[in-house]
């Protein structure tokens, strides 16, 4: 068997998590949430074992469920994630053993392991989670498991919190002469409570990666994009991002950290900033999107924090909205992320739809017309240049306007 050639094409097609072959999953309403009509209770499920990886909250706390999911994966494998939405699993005394006993009552009604169970929850804190409404639900949810695109959907609608719509969608690519394809089903949206949402993203995949370099493509491509996303600016002990690969696309086995392991890390970080994007859409009444490039840099953990603040500070943001030029307020955000730059050498351009105009450079602040600023203010997508043209790294933050908030 020849090893992949390289095709770098990335295609939107249907089925989310159930595109790639042997996924199949579902969602129901078991009670979590008050509304009948609302499904509160996800599933996602492999046909066999496979590689499964994720990454937690950068929180010092992380919840019941993201503690019981680590210690579920220590040897790398998975066949299930367990999804709940309506209560949070956090702060709550006895959090992890409840989750861990919800991963038993799954294995007791169905062929799933406890053990192969990633958990998660998403939704209001302070609330009592009760062990019998996930063992009222389990058996119907694992019964219903479907291989289609609307098992896809109902697992998605079972997530929602505060999202305007059910998250889900799948992605084609090429590795040599192997059709490979990742699905994804994800929430994160702080329309009605700003920061207090969490951020859940569960992909599939029939790519053949070692758990390994499945642990590893996720932890990189996190960096620079999951970690880079400001919706809220705050982190969730629920946040959770997890992928499962069962390899039925029969590419060459991705063992070590060779070409194809870097094909496969640049579709999935692809696959994870389309995410991003669109679930900062979700979170601006306008669907607008605010992002920030910064190159330049000395260090990756420079452009990336620079980057990140940058996006987050709502200092910029008022500006943006306010058509104003903010140049004090980046400069103060950069000198967050590198206090010893030199900032003569700093340049910083906006562009907003047809429109991009230079903000500062050559340690001058320009002036720039208010009519000018106030069209720009009003694109659908602000992108926000900076070159600090002190070394080689860059980083890409994205983030929302969210008027709402200002006003």
Known sequence: ??????????????????????????????????????????????????????VF???????????????HLKNGLARAILVNSGVANVFLPDGERLAELACRALAARSDIDANDTVIASTGKVGEPLSLSTFEDGLRPLAQGLSATEEGSLFAA??????????????????????????????????????NMATTLIFLTTDVNISSEMLQKALSLTVKDTVNLLCADGASSPNDTVCIMANGKAGNYKISCEDTEFSKFTYALRKVLSEICMRIVQDCDVDNRVFVCNVTGAKSSQVARTAAKNLVSSESVRRCILQAKSGVESMLYALNCAEGDADYSKVEISINGGENTYVLYEEGIALRIHTENLRRLSDAKEILLFVRLNDGNYSATAVGCLQPEYFT
């Open 157 to 194: 609608q079972a997530m929602m919190t505060t999202d305007t719509y059910a998250k889900h969608t799948a992605f084609a690519f090429d590795l040599g002469d192997f059709p490979c394809k990742i699905g994804v089903a994800f929430k994160g949206n702080t329309r009605v409570c700003p």
């Open 57 to 71: 909250s950068v929180d010092s706390k992380q919840s019941g469920p993201a503690c019981v999911s680590k210690k």
């Open 1 to 54: 068997m020849r090893k992949n050639g390289v095709n770098r094409e990335l295609r939107e097609i249907d089925g989310g998590v159930c595109a790639p072959a042997g996924f199949r999953a579902n969602g129901i309403h078991c009670g979590f949430t008050k509304n009948a009509e609302k499904k509160d209770l996800a599933l996602i499920v492999s046909d066999r074992r496979c590689p499964t990886a994720c």
